[in-house]
């Protein structure tokens, strides 16, 4: 059974830095992951896909990769600012049924 | 705008008391799904649809049911709401096999039942 674990759980930073979420996962066997934000109250924001094909995608100031074989994947991202502070979930999907398997999520808090 | 949107985004009901939860994108996609989020236990797919009239169960499907008989529409119902149904819902889509499969998501609706 997949297991998704993203370190640290929480996480607060000071303006300006850059920092890297973490997302771990058991079963290396996968057809793309995709990284969310979440804001309180709100619903999911697709950030990145990764296609098991490729090794990263970038976006503004994000960048994901993606290591199959060591069963990682990071968000990079660059010069926070404090409008970044959301909720990161990572999760993995694809297959015939298409689920997404979510990551257990990384609260971000960008102090100003 | 493609979106998805869910109906309503909130509700508070009785237990017992029948209610559906409306969810509709404007993308086009072939494959939707429900999650229920729960502190503790993360998001975790109720039901999901490949097609028109085609539906199954995904992890969590129990006090659920779901039709989908049209390819934007893809409404949760609750027959019989218990208190353990208590819980914050995301309907999402996307394209499934014949595209790229980046899920896009609803705002999300929070259903309390007392």
């Known amino acids: 059974k997949q297991e998704v674990t993203q370190i640290p759980a929480a996480l607060s930073v000071p303006e300006g830095e850059n920092l890297v979420l973490n997302c771990s996962f058991t079963d290396s066997a996968i057809y793309n992951l995709q990284w969310f934000r979440q804001d309180p109250g709100k619903g999911l924001t697709s950030l990145l896909l990764?296609?098991?094909?490729?090794r990263e995608q970038t976006s503004g100031r994000l960048n994901a990769s993606l290591d199959k074989s060591s069963g990682r994947s990071t968000l990079y991202i660059a010069a926070s600012q404090p409008g970044d502070s959301a909720t990161y979930l990572c999760?993995?999907?694809?297959?015939?049924?298409?689920?997404?398997?979510f990551g257990t999520g990384t609260l971000l808090a960008v102090q100003p | 705008e493609a979106q998805v949107t869910q109906n309503p985004r909130y509700l508070i009901t009785v237990t017992g008391k029948k209610l559906t939860v409306t969810c509709s994108q404007n993308m086009n996609h072939e494959y939707m799904s429900w999650y229920r989020q729960d502190p503790g236990l993360g998001l975790r797919q109720i039901y999901y649809s490949m097609n028109v009239e085609v539906t199954d169960k995904g992890d969590v499907p129990e006090g659920y049911k779901v039709s989908r008989k049209e390819k934007r529409n893809f409404p949760l119902i609750l027959e019989s709401p218990s208190p353990n149904q208590t819980s914050l819902y995301f309907c999402?889509?996307?394209?499934?096999?014949?595209?790229?499969?980046?899920?896009?998501f609803g705002q999300g609706t929070r259903l309390t039942v007392v």
């Open positions: 999402a889509s996307s394209w499934g096999q014949r595209g790229s499969p980046e899920a896009f």
């Open positions: 999760a993995l999907g694809g297959g015939a049924t298409n689920k997404l398997i």
């Open positions: 990764i296609q098991s094909s490729q």
